[in-house]
Protein backbone atom coordinates (compact mmCIF):
# COMPACT_ATOMS: atom_id res chain seq x y z
CA UNK A 1 0.00 0.00 0.00
CA UNK A 2 1.80 3.22 -1.42
CA UNK A 3 0.36 6.65 -0.09
CA UNK A 4 -2.73 5.08 1.99
CA UNK A 5 -4.31 3.89 -1.02
CA UNK A 6 -4.92 0.05 -1.17
CA UNK A 7 -3.02 -1.94 -4.51
CA UNK A 8 -6.30 -3.24 -5.87
CA UNK A 9 -7.98 0.48 -6.01
CA UNK A 10 -5.36 1.80 -8.26
CA UNK A 11 -6.83 1.66 -11.21
CA UNK A 12 -4.05 0.01 -14.75
CA UNK A 13 -2.32 3.29 -16.12
CA UNK A 14 -2.25 5.62 -13.05
CA UNK A 15 -0.31 8.30 -13.44
CA UNK A 16 1.19 7.99 -10.00
CA UNK A 17 3.22 11.17 -10.49
CA UNK A 18 2.82 13.17 -7.07
CA UNK A 19 0.95 16.43 -6.51
CA UNK A 20 0.86 16.08 -2.89
CA UNK A 21 3.89 13.50 -1.21
CA UNK A 22 3.54 12.07 2.20
CA UNK A 23 5.40 11.45 4.79
CA UNK A 24 5.77 7.80 6.92
CA UNK A 25 3.58 9.85 9.16
CA UNK A 26 1.31 10.54 6.33
CA UNK A 27 1.84 14.08 6.75
CA UNK A 28 1.06 16.24 3.38
CA UNK A 29 4.09 17.63 2.46
CA UNK A 30 2.77 20.12 -0.59
CA UNK A 31 4.33 20.25 -3.77
CA UNK A 32 4.74 24.12 -5.85
CA UNK A 33 1.98 22.64 -8.52
CA UNK A 34 -0.35 21.26 -5.62
CA UNK A 35 -0.33 25.01 -3.69
CA UNK A 36 -0.82 26.62 -6.65
CA UNK A 37 -3.96 24.38 -7.25
CA UNK A 38 -4.99 24.55 -3.65
CA UNK A 39 -4.93 28.67 -3.47
CA UNK A 40 -6.84 28.52 -7.23
CA UNK A 41 -9.51 26.77 -5.64
CA UNK A 42 -9.81 28.39 -2.30
CA UNK A 43 -10.16 31.55 -4.25
CA UNK A 44 -12.63 30.34 -6.39
CA UNK A 45 -14.98 28.64 -3.97
CA UNK A 46 -14.64 31.97 -1.51
CA UNK A 47 -15.79 34.08 -4.86
CA UNK A 48 -18.84 31.67 -5.04
CA UNK A 49 -19.35 32.79 -1.27
CA UNK A 50 -18.31 29.30 0.12
CA UNK A 51 -16.97 29.38 3.88
CA UNK A 52 -13.45 27.55 3.81
CA UNK A 53 -12.80 26.17 6.89
CA UNK A 54 -8.67 24.79 7.45
CA UNK A 55 -10.55 20.74 7.48
CA UNK A 56 -12.38 21.38 4.42
CA UNK A 57 -9.08 22.12 2.42
CA UNK A 58 -7.07 19.71 4.40
CA UNK A 59 -9.10 16.69 3.54
CA UNK A 60 -9.51 18.48 -0.19
CA UNK A 61 -6.01 18.25 -0.44
CA UNK A 62 -5.66 14.56 0.70
CA UNK A 63 -8.63 13.35 -1.84
CA UNK A 64 -6.85 15.40 -4.90
CA UNK A 65 -3.11 13.87 -3.66
CA UNK A 66 -4.89 10.24 -3.26
CA UNK A 67 -4.72 10.89 -6.90
CA UNK A 68 -7.48 7.79 -6.98
CA UNK A 69 -9.77 6.16 -4.38
CA UNK A 70 -9.88 6.43 -1.14
CA UNK A 71 -12.13 5.13 2.17
CA UNK A 72 -12.86 7.82 4.88
CA UNK A 73 -10.42 6.11 7.65
CA UNK A 74 -7.95 6.47 5.15
CA UNK A 75 -8.68 10.36 4.26
CA UNK A 76 -8.61 10.00 8.38
CA UNK A 77 -5.29 8.20 8.97
CA UNK A 78 -3.78 10.68 6.79
CA UNK A 79 -5.39 13.77 8.49
CA UNK A 80 -4.66 12.03 11.80
CA UNK A 81 -1.23 14.04 12.41
CA UNK A 82 -2.54 18.01 11.58
CA UNK A 83 -5.87 17.18 13.31
CA UNK A 84 -5.91 14.54 16.06
CA UNK A 85 -9.19 15.57 17.27
CA UNK A 86 -10.52 14.88 14.00
CA UNK A 87 -13.75 12.68 13.96
CA UNK A 88 -14.98 10.06 11.66
CA UNK A 89 -18.81 12.27 11.20
CA UNK A 90 -16.12 15.86 10.61
CA UNK A 91 -14.51 13.82 7.60
CA UNK A 92 -18.22 12.32 6.07
CA UNK A 93 -19.58 16.01 6.44
CA UNK A 94 -16.86 17.79 4.61
CA UNK A 95 -16.74 15.06 1.74
CA UNK A 96 -20.45 15.67 1.31
CA UNK A 97 -19.53 19.31 1.13
CA UNK A 98 -16.65 18.99 -1.50
CA UNK A 99 -19.11 16.30 -3.19
CA UNK A 100 -22.08 19.15 -3.00
CA UNK A 101 -19.83 21.65 -4.53
CA UNK A 102 -18.58 19.80 -7.35
CA UNK A 103 -14.91 18.82 -6.21
CA UNK A 104 -15.27 15.30 -4.32
CA UNK A 105 -17.25 12.13 -6.07
CA UNK A 106 -18.26 9.49 -4.30
CA UNK A 107 -18.98 6.20 -5.23
CA UNK A 108 -20.80 3.21 -3.45
CA UNK A 109 -19.22 -0.35 -4.05
CA UNK A 110 -21.95 -1.87 -2.25
CA UNK A 111 -21.00 -4.23 1.49
CA UNK A 112 -21.68 -0.51 3.29
CA UNK A 113 -17.80 0.15 1.21
CA UNK A 114 -18.05 3.94 -0.31
CA UNK A 115 -14.77 5.34 -1.86
CA UNK A 116 -14.16 9.29 -2.79
CA UNK A 117 -11.73 10.76 -5.35
CA UNK A 118 -10.87 14.20 -6.46
CA UNK A 119 -13.32 15.03 -9.92
CA UNK A 120 -13.37 18.98 -10.54
CA UNK A 121 -11.22 17.98 -13.52
CA UNK A 122 -11.87 14.59 -14.70
CA UNK A 123 -15.31 13.46 -14.72
CA UNK A 124 -15.69 9.64 -15.01
CA UNK A 125 -17.42 6.27 -14.07
CA UNK A 126 -16.64 3.29 -12.44
CA UNK A 127 -16.34 -0.67 -13.41
CA UNK A 128 -16.38 -2.29 -10.28
CA UNK A 129 -15.36 -5.99 -10.05
CA UNK A 130 -17.80 -7.76 -7.46
CA UNK A 131 -15.14 -10.73 -6.12
CA UNK A 132 -11.71 -8.81 -5.80
CA UNK A 133 -13.36 -5.32 -5.30
CA UNK A 134 -10.53 -3.99 -7.97
CA UNK A 135 -12.09 -0.34 -9.34
CA UNK A 136 -11.36 0.82 -13.19
CA UNK A 137 -11.85 4.26 -14.32
CA UNK A 138 -14.54 4.36 -17.34
CA UNK A 139 -14.49 7.17 -19.07
CA UNK A 140 -17.91 9.93 -18.99
CA UNK A 141 -18.41 9.06 -23.28
CA UNK A 142 -19.27 5.70 -22.64
CA UNK A 143 -22.23 6.32 -21.26
CA UNK A 144 -23.41 9.30 -23.25
CA UNK A 145 -24.89 7.22 -25.65
CA UNK A 146 -26.93 5.42 -22.69
CA UNK A 147 -28.00 9.27 -22.08
CA UNK A 148 -29.26 10.03 -25.00
CA UNK A 149 -31.28 6.85 -25.63
CA UNK A 150 -32.83 7.47 -21.88
CA UNK A 151 -33.72 10.38 -22.95
CA UNK A 152 -34.98 9.88 -26.57
CA UNK A 153 -37.13 7.11 -25.76
CA UNK A 154 -38.67 8.27 -22.31
CA UNK A 155 -38.02 11.77 -22.00
CA UNK A 156 -36.65 11.36 -19.30
CA UNK A 157 -32.62 13.07 -18.22
CA UNK A 158 -31.05 10.66 -16.23
CA UNK A 159 -28.24 12.39 -13.57
CA UNK A 160 -25.09 9.46 -15.09
CA UNK A 161 -22.62 12.26 -13.03
CA UNK A 162 -20.73 9.20 -11.01
CA UNK A 163 -21.96 5.79 -12.14
CA UNK A 164 -20.74 2.29 -10.55
CA UNK A 165 -21.02 -0.50 -13.04
CA UNK A 166 -20.87 -4.14 -10.75
CA UNK A 167 -19.28 -7.31 -12.66
CA UNK A 168 -16.12 -9.00 -12.84
CA UNK A 169 -12.66 -8.06 -13.88
CA UNK A 170 -10.64 -9.97 -16.68
CA UNK A 171 -8.64 -11.26 -14.06
CA UNK A 172 -11.58 -12.82 -11.89
CA UNK A 173 -12.85 -14.10 -15.35
CA UNK A 174 -10.00 -16.05 -16.16
CA UNK A 175 -9.79 -17.57 -12.42
CA UNK A 176 -13.73 -18.37 -12.59
CA UNK A 177 -13.14 -19.87 -15.89
CA UNK A 178 -10.01 -21.83 -14.08
CA UNK A 179 -11.68 -22.91 -11.04
CA UNK A 180 -14.89 -23.85 -13.11
CA UNK A 181 -12.35 -26.25 -14.83
CA UNK A 182 -10.80 -28.03 -12.46
CA UNK A 183 -14.14 -29.11 -10.88
CA UNK A 184 -16.05 -32.28 -11.39
Known sequence: MTSGIPKYLIPDGLDQSPLVTYNRSCRILPTETSLSH???????????????????LAVLEVIRAGKGHMTVPE?????????????????Y??????????????????GDCHIYEYIADNHHHHLVCVRCRRVIDLP????EPLRQAVQQAYGFVPCLEHVGLFGLCPDCQRHAGKTEETQP
Open 75 to 91: VLECLRVQYPTLTVPTV
Open 140 to 143: SSFL
Open 93 to 110: RNLRWLQDVGLVAETDLG
Open 38 to 56: HLETAQQLRQKGYRLTPQR
